[in-house]
C-alpha cells in the first residue's frame, strides 16, 4: 500500500513537466515482459513500439519517406528522415532555378535530441507576434542512402505556406521533374510523411499509440582528437507527445523499484535512451550489450516502467533485433 501511495504522490509531482493529463489510479506492479523490435540485419526497418500493449504498433522500411512536417495546428517543423544520413543546405537564395552545389553550402543534419530549433532547415520561416511567412530559402537536400549504402541523389526544395498548408517545390538539381505539392495537416497525427517518389505516406502510428521509436539516425559523435562529425547510429528514441525517459546505473534492474523513481532525473529528449546501450566488441565480433544500464520510462498513459536491454540479435543469431525487459512499476 505504502508503494501505491508513492506512485500517485510522484505523478502528481511531474505534472508541471508535462501535459495535463488524468490521474493514474492505484494499482500493482507489473509482469517481467519481453519485447524485440525487428529492425533487419541491415537496420533497414523502423519500429514502433508500445509499452502498454507490449506490442508493435508499426513498422515500416526507412526508404519510405523523405520529409516530416509537423501536423499539429501551428506548428512549422519541417525534418529530415535520419535514418537515411539525410543533409540540407541552405543557399539563402529564392530562386529557385539557380544552381546548387553542396560543397559550397552548409550542409546540415537533423540533431537527434528532437528539439525543433535542431533541425537542418528550421530557418525556412519566420515568426513575429501576428504572423508567420516563409523565407521562400532554396534548399539541397542530400537524401542520403539506402541500408546498403547507396546514395539516393540530391534534391533541390523550396517551402512556402498556404493558410495553415504546407506548400513544397522540390526538382532536381538540374530543374527537371519540377513539382509542387500542397500537404494538409492531420489533426490526429502529430506528423504527415511525405516521400519523393509516392508522396504522402503513413508512418508512424496516432501519437497515443507508441511509446518508443527503434531505428537507426544520425547524431554527433566525437573523435579521439575531440572533432565532431555526423554519424549514423542505431537505437531508441521517444515519442514526444508526454514520454519521458531517465537513465540508471546505480540498481540492480530486478531491484529497480518505485522508492527509487525519485532520484531520477526525467527528460524528454528524444536521444535520451540513445544508442549506447550497447557497444561493439571487437575481440568477439559481436555487439555486447551494457549490463548496468537501466532506464525509468514514463510513457504517455502515465505510468512507470523498468527498462533494459538484454540482446541486439535475434533468436537465430542476427543482429539488428534489440531485446528487451520491462515492468510496469
Avoid at 546505473?249 to 527509487?260: E, K, S
Avoid at 557497444?279 to 537501466?294: C, L, M, S, W
Wanted: charged share 25%; aromatic share 16%; proline share 4%.
Amino acid at each position: 500500500m505504502r508503494k501505491l501511495s508513492f506512485i500517485l504522490l510522484f505523478s502528481l509531482f511531474l505534472q508541471s513537466c508535462f501535459k495535463e493529463e488524468e490521474k493514474i489510479p492505484p494499482h500493482e506492479q507489473g509482469d517481467l515482459e519481453e519485447g524485440q523490435a525487428a529492425l533487419g540485419p541491415y537496420y533497414e526497418d523502423q519500429v514502433y513500439f508500445d509499452l502498454h500493449s507490449n506490442l508493435e504498433a508499426a513498422s515500416s522500411s526507412i526508404l519510405d519517406w523523405d520529409l516530416s512536417f509537423e501536423s499539429f495546428s501551428g506548428g512549422w517543423t519541417i525534418r529530415l528522415n535520419s535514418s537515411k544520413f539525410m543533409l540540407a543546405g541552405n543557399s539563402r537564395d529564392t530562386l529557385f532555378q539557380a544552381e546548387l552545389d553542396a560543397e559550397n553550402l552548409d550542409m546540415k543534419f537533423d540533431k537527434s535530441d528532437g528539439n525543433p530549433d535542431s533541425t537542418a532547415m528550421a530557418d525556412w520561416y519566420e515568426v513575429s507576434d501576428d504572423s508567420t511567412w516563409s523565407n521562400r530559402y532554396v534548399y539541397l537536400l542530400d537524401r542520403g542512402s539506402d541500408p546498403l549504402g547507396n546514395p539516393l541523389g540530391l534534391k533541390k526544395v523550396q517551402f512556402d505556406m498556404l493558410g495553415e498548408k504546407f506548400v513544397m517545390r522540390y526538382a532536381n538539381t538540374d530543374n527537371s521533374q519540377d513539382t509542387t505539392v500542397i500537404i494538409d495537416r492531420d489533426p490526429t497525427m502529430d506528423k504527415r510523411y511525405y516521400s519523393f517518389e509516392n508522396g504522402i505516406e503513413n508512418i508512424a502510428p496516432q501519437p497515443d499509440q507508441w511509446s518508443l521509436q527503434f531505428t537507426r539516425y544520425t547524431t554527433m559523435l566525437v573523435t579521439d582528437d575531440g572533432e565532431d562529425y555526423p554519424y549514423l547510429v542505431v537505437g531508441v528514441l521517444l515519442n514526444p507527445n508526454g514520454v519521458a525517459a531517465a537513465r540508471d546505473t546505480i540498481h540492480d534492474f530486478l531491484d529497480l523499484g518505485v522508492n527509487d523513481i525519485a532520484d531520477l532525473e526525467f527528460t524528454t529528449q528524444a536521444d535520451v535512451i540513445g544508442y549506447d546501450w550497447k557497444y561493439y566488441n571487437f575481440d568477439a565480433g559481436v555487439y555486447t550489450i551494457e549490463p548496468d544500464k537501466n532506464y525509468v520510462i514514463r510513457d504517455r498513459d502515465g505510468y512507470f516502467y523498468k527498462f533494459r536491454f538484454v540482446d541486439f540479435y535475434s533468436y537465430e543469431g542476427v543482429k539488428g533485433y534489440p531485446t528487451f525487459e520491462f515492468v510496469r512499476l
